[in-house]
């Protein structure tokens, strides 16, 4: 469960997560509302998401679930218009949905068409739900971008190079976009988790698992609600004055 510290952290915050109904996605959007924020919920899986909202909802915590494809960039724009037209505003963006696809595979293994859906999905949707959502964050004056990033580029994961490309490639657009957008008070960060225990990482091979758990400085499984406090950190108050930044959260797998 989130700490109980950040409860009031993000009171009054309208904020967006991105890849929502499961995983950190939905670990994120919980910790988010539980900090005092009303929250978008965006996800491919209509269904689950929608479900997933329903049971925040049912704890009193104000949640709005929608649909969202980043692939497809007519579907990016509708939900942050929905987004922000339910929440009446946006102070806050969380761009955590991404695929791996290309886990397993040595670089040579790996098709063209696989590379350019981690790309079109990790990169491209970032950057087109950020545009999507930027006159919304200028007019907040509060304005907090966080980017899910990964320490797999921060190290070099092999047998993943599309999704660690992709990630590499979000360290430089959080780089770049918070000197872009710092003008108009929008921070800009990025966090980068190790190897989480979710649905999502359950193709990873045992070996991956030891190595993160005997190399860590904090030697055990990292779990979702281990990455939410720098999330909530990144989008409240208290990180206001830092921007362009990438939080390593791994237990000291990588210390950046």
Not at 30 to 53: F, H, N, S, Y
Not at 133 to 158: E, F, K
């Amino acid at each position: 469960m989130p700490d109980a510290a950040n409860q009031g952290l993000l009171a009054g915050r309208r904020v967006l997560v991105t890849g929502a109904a499961r995983g950190l996605g939905l670990a994120f959007a919980e910790a988010i509302a539980q900090a005092g924020a009303a929250v978008a919920m965006a996800d491919v899986l209509g269904e689950r998401v929608r479900a997933a909202a329903a049971g925040l909802a049912q704890r009193g915590l104000t949640v709005l679930p929608l649909e969202l494809d980043l692939a497809d960039p007519d579907s990016v724009r509708r939900c942050a218009q929905q987004a922000i037209a339910g929440l009446g505003g946006l102070d806050g963006l969380v761009n955590n949905a991404a695929v791996t696809d290309s886990g397993g595979r040595a670089s040579d293994e790996i098709d063209i068409a696989t590379w350019d859906r981690v790309m079109q999905v990790n990169v491209r949707g970032t950057w087109l739900m950020t545009n999507a959502c930027l006159d919304a964050l200028r007019a907040s004056g509060r304005g907090a971008i966080v980017n899910l990033a990964s320490d797999t580029p921060l190290w070099g994961a092999p047998r993943l190079l599309a999704y660690v490309a992709s990630k590499s490639a979000i360290l430089g657009m959080t780089r770049s976009l918070s000197r872009e957008l710092g003008e108009a008070r929008i921070t800009v960060n990025a966090v980068a988790p190790g190897l989480t225990l979710v649905e999502a990482t359950e193709y990873v091979p045992a070996k991956r698992h030891e190595l993160y758990r005997e190399q860590r400085a904090i030697p055990r499984e990292q779990l979702p609600e281990d990455v939410c406090g720098a999330v909530v950190f990144a989008l409240s108050d208290l990180s206001r004055f830092m921007t362009g930044q990438t939080l390593a959260v791994n237990g000291g797998f990588v210390m950046h």
